[in-house]
Structure formats: structure tokens, C-alpha cells
């Protein structure tokens, strides 16, 4: 895929950093961080300018993410309703889920950006969970605009050295998202162990 990446930005430069951006926030397997701090480097070297490149960078974050805000509130309560009784959620759970979403879930979207997994699903939650639209926008533009400026700045500070950073942000942000995972499945889990009791 980083292949794939490095053609679509020699190729179309600014239009193919946010596409890329796109598809990647959307879900496709998109190396995200790699391609902003690949896009600083580019900066560095001269062959992109800094604030285009950023700009790009927020429109394609900030289009994906409402792209799946869109079809979490489209599809998102129908797939709910269709199969939360595979799983055992009952509709007093999903109501739970519901009001944690529209009390925290809005944090989710900023800092989800930095983290693989929360970054793809956060919005859909966010539209299937029903969030203000200006909410959303508030929460979800303002990440965008912040994890651009960061890796993009990264990669072009670091120059030479930009490939190293990527690979150990990806690995760390793995691990990450790997506890933040169970950490999510424990207290859901403790929660409901402790109303049973």
C-alpha cells in the first residue's frame, strides 16, 4: 500500500494526498501517518509546499471522517436493530451506548485520529449514535486540522529521518489500539458483572 501511496502523490501531488485521505479515514488500508509524514518529507525536499499540503491533508481527513459520520447515521441504526440480538444487546443497552456516545463519544473523534481502529470507526459510531452535526463538525474538524499539522510538521523537521518516526508511531499506535480495546471490553464486561450482581 505505501507503494501504491507514493505513486498516487508523485502522480497527483496535493489531489492524491486527499484522496488517499479519503479512503483511509473511510476504512481502506490506507498507511495514514506514513502518508502525512511522507508528505512533510516532501515539503522538506522542496517538492510540495507546506500549507497546500496541510490543507489537503485536513480536506481529506475531514471528508472521510464525514463520509463515515454519514453512514453511521444512515446505516448504522438499521444494522443495530437487524443484528444487535446476535450479540445479546439489548435495547436498554444500546440506549446506554446511545447516551455515553452523545456525552463522550464527541472526545473520541479528536483523539481517535491518533490512534488506528478508534480513527476508522469513531465516526460511524458518532452518526449511528445519532451526534449533533455541529457537534460532530466541531469535534471531528478540530482532530483533523491538529493530527495534519502534526505529522505533516514531523515529517518535514525530521527530513532525512522521516521514515524512521512513521514506522515507530505505526507500531506504537498499534499497540494502542490493542489497549484501548481491553480496556473498553473490561469495563463493559466489570459493568456488566457488577449490575447482574
Known sequence: ???LALDWIARYG????????VFGIVGAPVPDEWLL????FLVFKGTLEFIPAVAAAFAGSASGISISYAL??????????????WVHVTP???NE????????GRWA???????????HLSAYFAGASRLNFRTFVIFAYSGAIVWSLTFVSAGYFLGEGWNRLSERISTESAVAAV?????AALSILTRTLWRKR
Open 109 to 119: 473523534l479528536p483523539i481517535g485520529y491518533f490512534v488506528p481502529v478508534v480513527r
Open 72 to 85: 453511521g447515521r444512515i446505516f448504522g441504526p438499521w444494522l443495530l436493530e437487524k443484528y444487535a440480538h
Open 179 to 183: 489497549i484501548i480495546v481491553i480496556v
Open 1 to 3: 500500500m505505501k507503494e
Open 92 to 94: 436498554t443497552r444500546l
Open 37 to 40: 509524514t511522507f508528505s512533510g
Open 14 to 21: 496535493y489531489a492524491g494526498i486527499f484522496f488517499l485521505l
Open 97 to 104: 451506548v446511545n447516551d455515553w456516545a452523545q456525552r463522550w
